[in-house]
Structures are given as C-alpha cells and as structure tokens.
C-alpha cells in the first residue's frame, strides 16, 4: 500500500481531534497531496460540518462497507481543493456496522484511486470505533489539551498504538506518533495555572509535532463550515500550517508558545 | 486564619501538582499496560493474605509483568514496614 494511514485520536473527547483531522487534511490537500479524511465515529456525524460539506452527503462510511454505494459515489469532493475528499460517518445507531475487514477493503480502495493519505479521524474512547480507526495506521496524531484528564487518557491511547495496530501485531515496525497539544493557553502556562509544553513532552515521553493556542478562531471556523487552517490571519490556522509541514518532514520552530504582547494596531483591530 | 488572609495568598502554582499527579498514576499504569486483567485482583487478594501477618498498604505491593523471549515473569515485590509487627498467625 503506498497511501499513508494517518489516525487522528486522543481517547479523551472534546479536545479537539475533528477540528485537527479537519485542517490536517486540508493542509496536506493544499501541499498538492490526494487525500481522504474519514469520520470513524459511527452514529455521530461531525466531520462534514467542520468540512462545510454536511449538505452534500448522500452516501456514507457504511453504505461503502456495506456495498449499498461505491466509494466514488461516497466521495465529497471539497468545494475549495481538487484533491482533497470526506467520507461522512453513517449516523446508524448499529456500533457493529464497521468491521475490520470492511474497513480493510475501503482502505485499499482508496490507495488503488492514488491516494497520496487518508486521514481517519477516530472517535473518543477505546472502544470498536477508536479501534479500528487507529489499526491500518502508519501514524498516528494523538490530541492532548494540557488538562490532568487529557494527559492520562493520551498516554493509555499511545500504549494502544504500540500494541493494538496492525503494524505492532506483525512487527512491521513502529506507528510513527506525533503528540499534538491543542487548546493551549501561553498565558496561564505563564503564570502556573497550566501544564506547559515541556511538562506534557516529560510526562508522556514524547516530544510535540505542534503547538495550537487557544483561539476564537477555531469556533469561528467551525460555525463557518470552513477548516481553521484556512484562517491564515489565526495563531491557530498559522500552528496548523508549521504542524502540517513537520509531519510532511519540514524543521519548523515552535510558535505562538509565549505569551505575545500585542503591539499597538493588534489591540485596535484584533489579531 | 483571618478573614483577609485571602487578599495576602499567592495562587498556587496548581500546575506543578497537576505535573506531580500525572507523573506518578502515568508510570503506575504504564508498569501495568498490558498484563493480564486478573492483576488489580491478584494484588488486592495477596494484601489480604500478607495483612493477616504484618501491617502494610496496599501502595507497598509491586506488581509487573516481564515479558522476554517466549515467557513472562510475574515480579512481586511488598516493601515491609521498618518495625513489621508480626501478628499471631493463629
């Protein structure tokens, strides 16, 4: 298989793996890559809605695993790139609808379409969903907040990815891990009130792919159906962008980490 | 305390304690990944059986699970208190 299996999770609801799942995908579209960014969470149907697509899904996930649709016809072709494409979560209340070797076969699908990377964005838990999301991985995004819940919840999703994968099961080497802190405040981080980049990296033993702050903009972008990585004015549309470009392998120094002092004109007209 | 206390105390720095907090339960369970379900079990009954001779909690006892080529080594380790009083074993 020569597409790239990238699992978006974090255990830990609420953190913000849609919205990473999201902008990842986008950015890697905007990088000139063909890719798919799947919604694993069967009965929950969200990813279409950061995507701005919810109008357009006709088929979903499991119609595809099924065979009551094509993956083609599965397919919603972003409005913004040419390459970039979501497949919706089926909104079945049915748990047991995705199986592994349906999930398999779908996989496969999309590499034999040319798809440079699929992005399946898992849902919270440990549970089928979160499971299957994550075993055809390569790498893996894991979504921490820096919040005592969150942190812990990581740590036993990065103990599963070592484990639970179909690469840890045949040996075929390591998932590649990349620890994404979200939600991240520099100015309580200043203060005490908040663990800090450096304290998550010691905990959990890894180091970050990225830094998001904390922004308006990421609910901006949300209630606008458009992924935040497209505000390019945002900290949080910017940090997805240096993200996006280590994971493809670029050296990207690590921003919007101290607190900012804003200059003059930011305070007037916002920034 | 007084009334005013409040107005002198700095905040605490409540990231340290949660940093503190995560680095001792995230090493517990790490110890614990993977081993068999019945351990948590196991642990709690060979407390029973110990406190029936000496005093000790059940933070004393050390489960892990070893693995190496082809076989697993149940380690366990109960740290005794400095004075153990031993019990009449009746």
């Known amino acids: ?271 | 305390m007084g009334i005013l206390d409040f107005l002198k105390r700095k905040p605490e720095p409540t990231a340290t304690v949660a940093k503190e907090r995560l680095r001792i339960i995230v090493a517990q369970e790490r110890s614990t990944r993977g081993a068999p379900d019945y351990l948590p079990l196991l642990r709690n009954e060979l407390l029973e059986v110990i406190k029936k001779y000496v005093h000790v909690d059940l933070e004393a006892i050390n489960i892990n699970v070893e693995r190496d080529s082809g076989h697993e080594i149940l380690e366990l380790s109960v740290a005794l208190p400095d004075h153990a009083q031993a019990k009449s074993a009746g």
């Open chain 1, 1 to 271: 298989m020569t597409a790239e299996i990238i699992v978006v999770t974090s255990g830990k609801g609420g953190v913000g793996k849609t919205t990473t799942s999201a902008s990842l995908a986008t950015g890697l579209a905007i990088a000139g890559k063909k890719v798919a960014v799947i919604d694993f969470d069967v009965g929950l149907r969200n990813l279409d809605l950061i995507m701005g697509c919810e109008r357009r899904v006709v088929y979903d996930f499991v119609n595809v695993v099924h065979g009551e649709a094509t993956l083609k016809q599965a397919l919603i072709k972003d409005k913004r790139y040419e390459t970039l494409y979501v497949l919706a979560a089926s909104q079945t209340r049915d748990k047991d609808a995705l199986t592994q070797e349906g999930v398999e076969k779908v996989l496969e699908d999309l590499d034999k379409e040319g798809f440079d990377y699929v992005v399946c964005d898992s849902p919270a838990g440990i549970e089928k969903g979160a499971h299957l999301a994550m075993y055809f991985a390569d790498h893996a995004v894991v979504v921490v907040n820096p919040e005592v819940s969150s942190v812990r919840d990581s740590d036993r999703i990065l103990g599963l990815l070592a484990s639970k994968t179909r690469r840890a099961e045949r040996g075929d080497g390591a998932i590649k891990q990349h620890l994404l802190l979200t939600r991240y405040n520099p100015a309580r981080v200043a203060v005490g009130e908040m663990l800090s980049v450096k304290d998550v990296e010691e905990i959990l033993g890894i180091n970050v792919v990225g830094v998001i702050p904390e922004s308006e903009n990421v609910l901006a972008a949300s209630n606008a159906g458009v992924p935040v990585i497209l505000d390019e004015n945002s900290f949080a549309g910017q940090a997805y962008s240096d993200t996006v470009a280590r994971i493809l392998g670029e050296e990207r120094a690590l921003r919007f980490t101290e607190v900012q002092k804003k200059g003059f004109f930011q305070r007037v007209f916002g920034g």
